[in-house]
């Protein structure tokens, strides 16, 4: 996965509570587009009519927002269902940060599984967030991940915590694999050890048998 160490950018105020993950990736677009083409369908409820048309009033539509990678969403982002689609269909259309003050347990599993940084900040440090975007000349913003810290458009600058276990993974771009294969000498030396200790676990499993015995009949 890609690793996340710090990045800078356009950032969106998506100022609403709840977005579930079939509103960031309805199901119908889930299951029938293919991962890597689903960035176009991100927030397809939001952000296109009945007839497909842009919706004006949807932040990511608006021209002062156009290529946005930072998405500063309110409270419990990423609930509902389990999809990791979501995930994807954020990474698909180049969001490489989302910052709300919660998310859906298994959402932020997931973001963190693909190298896109979910970070949690206050409900009042986020309304001030939201604030800066909107009076700032140009709304980017930068997020740093090796110092935790959150600079937004004005120049403030906000620390945030994140389990350390996770941004070692982020920082080196590790998923499950990649961390479980940090530690390959350890477990060679493991194995070796143990085959000596418990040699009946390292028993061969028994091949096809080799002959068949076939009853003799008289004639």
Known sequence: ???FTAHEGIAAP??????????????NRAIHVAKGS????AFEPLRYDEGGRERADFVLNQYRYAGASILVAGANFGCGSSREMAAWALDDAGIRCV????FGDIFF????????????LPDDTVENVWDELARAATPRMS????ALRVTAPEGTRYTFGFDEGRRDALLHGLDDIGQTLRHADAIARFVTTDRYARPW???????????IHSEKTDT
């Open 99 to 102: 910052i709300a003050p919660s």
């Open 14 to 27: 998506l100022r609403l509570d709840d977005v579930n993950t079939d509103v960031i990736i309805p199901t």
């Open 201 to 211: 676990n390292y028993l061969p499993a028994p091949g096809p048998a080799s002959h």
């Open 143 to 146: 997020v740093d991940l090796s």
């Open 109 to 120: 599993q997931n973001c963190c599984k693909i190298g896109l940084l979910a970070l949690t």
């Open 38 to 41: 689903l960035g176009r369908f």
């Open 1 to 3: 996965m890609r690793a």
